[in-house]
């Protein structure tokens, strides 16, 4: 398969904004999983059907183990659908205006031909920062197609904004990536980020967050 990665046009948007919300809401079932395996929760779950087999009802304790791993659901459910929702309706709904009106900004798409037709693959965007004097990058809305990953191209992705951001003169790049996806930390690590901060301000609910057991992590590349 043969991948051209390149600036986005605005035809691209239908497809690029499918790739977003089908790669962000991806992560809902990972994030489930994290938080139902980890030991607290474990024990809150053999907890829970304790109790209702001591009340004296199998049924009961079907019903409180349900409504526990409902309602951890519903947490990791909408921490990400509400994300969606939100940058659709505000950076991703107007590309060209956010992230192509600056020399210091720019939205890429990967594409490649699958069965006879063209298709979005992947997608990184950089925006400009100010702090002070230092100007830097920062990476958003990186998301692989699952035809694409384990190949190579999140790298290269991740790479093209990384050299962008060195051509235009910024000291660093910054992103930020949920502690779900393992995958996506490993590879800003390899191409030289660290992480450097951790934080739970998504813009949900502080209780969604913390039942969902998702923490926001910052990490840089200096350059």
């Known amino acids: 398969m043969q991948l051209v990665i390149r ?18 809401r991806e992560h809902i079932g990972p994030c489930f999983h ?41 947490c990791c459910h909408e921490l990400y659908t509400s994300y969606v929702r939100e940058k659709l309706r505000t950076d991703m709904q107007d590309i060209p205006g956010n992230y192509l009106s600056s020399p210091d900004d720019c939205f890429w798409v990967a594409e490649a031909e699958v069965d006879g037709r063209i298709q979005i693959m992947g997608i990184v965007a950089v925006a400009a920062k100010q702090s002070g004097k230092e100007k830097y990058g920062e990476l958003f809305r990186m998301i692989i197609s699952p035809l694409c990953r ?25 992103l930020e990536t949920s502690s779900t996806q393992t995958a996506a930390v490993a590879l800003y690590k390899k191409l030289g980020f660290s992480h450097v901060l951790s934080h739970t301000n998504t813009g949900a609910p502080i209780w969604m967050v913390k039942l969902a057991k998702v923490t926001i992590l910052r990490m840089e590349k200096h350059l």
Not at 7 to 14: A, L, M, T, V
Not at 34 to 55: D, K, Q, R, V, W
Not at 150 to 174: H, I, N, P, Q, Y
């Open 7 to 24: 600036q986005y046009h605005p035809s691209d948007k239908d497809a690029v904004l499918t790739l977003f919300s089908n790669g962000t």
């Open 34 to 74: 994290n938080a139902m395996t980890s030991p607290a929760y474990l024990t809150i779950t053999l907890a829970l059907c304790a109790a209702g087999y001591i009340l004296g009802s199998v049924l009961g304790a079907v019903v409180l183990t349900g409504v526990w791993l409902g309602v951890v659901y519903y």
């Open 150 to 174: 384990r190949a190579g191209l999140g790298f290269r992705m991740a790479l093209t904004a990384v050299d962008f951001s060195k051509e235009r003169g910024f000291s660093k790049v910054v």
